[in-house]
């Protein structure tokens, strides 16, 4: 269960991976055995299929079910990448970090994820950084055409990402700017659909939310948003109406 990862590909360029085959993760039997919010010394759950240091390539047709962990998480020194046609669920959703927590990690920019869809995932559209991180830059990153199905932290940002300290005594020192959440639509199984809470150190720069309509049908109350130190603007439809 706790194997590096079943799948891994390292310094590769000009890359094709394709076929219409699926990898199944068993996520729901692995997820109890996941203690880090508690234990520092955990061991971190397998990836069915991970990339490093691999440029120039392409992977097609391949179903991920039942994640162990994010259907994507991307990490330091990921630029240029293009992601499309997914679909996913149950999982943790698409997440960009957790960024900051190495030094010298080189900046995460260039991200594009579109026209897929979510169901039942623990996150939406997910940026996350370390609490105390070292300085770095997260930048130029679109999330366009999302829908989701019944998805919890549906648009998050998430500046104080330290599961084993006091997080609201530290700030995030990685700048995340350029970021455009469009076309987000579907149902929210949590009240607060939308939330980007951004480092009062390094505060979110040009933060873009363009028609979205996200529902809430809880016991909570209406579907609610939620900005802190952030700069950026609103389009289109709002719903929940903008906190920006």
């Known amino acids: ?99 900051g927590k190495y030094n010298k990690e080189e900046a995460v920019r260039g991200i594009t994820v579109r026209d897929s869809s979510l169901r039942e995932t623990q996150n939406g559209v997910r940026i996350k950084t370390w609490a105390s991180a070292t300085p770095n830059l997260a930048s130029d990153i679109i999330f366009d055409k999302i829908y989701m199905d019944n998805v919890d932290n549906t648009i998050l940002i998430d500046q104080q990402y330290c599961p084993h300290c006091n997080s609201e005594m530290q700030q995030s020192n990685v700048q995340i700017r350029n970021v455009t959440f469009s076309e987000v639509r579907g149902m929210s199984s949590s009240q607060l659909a939308v939330k980007l809470h951004c480092s009062k150190n390094v505060p979110c720069q040009d933060i873009k939310l363009i028609n979205i309509n996200l529902a809430y049908h809880g016991p909570d109350g209406p579907v609610a948003s939620s900005c802190i130190n952030v700069k950026g603007k609103l389009y289109g439809i709002q719903l929940p109406s903008g906190c920006l």
């Not at 234990?39 to 971190?44: A, Q």
Request: net charge negative; with cysteine; hydrophobic share 35%.
């Open 1 to 99: 269960m706790f194997a590096d990862n079943w799948i891994t590909f390292s310094r590769v360029d000009q890359l094709l991976v394709t076929g219409g085959g699926y990898l199944h993760g068993h996520g729901s039997s692995a997820w109890p055995h996941n203690d880090c919010a508690a234990n520092p010394r955990c061991k971190m759950l397998l990836f069915t299929m991970r990339f490093e240091f691999v440029t120039n390539s392409r992977i097609n047709y391949i179903q991920s079910i039942d994640s162990r962990s994010g259907h994507f998480d991307l990490y330091g020194c990921t630029h240029d990448v293009e992601i499309w046609n997914v679909q996913c669920g149950p999982g943790h959703g698409f997440s960009i970090g957790s960024l």
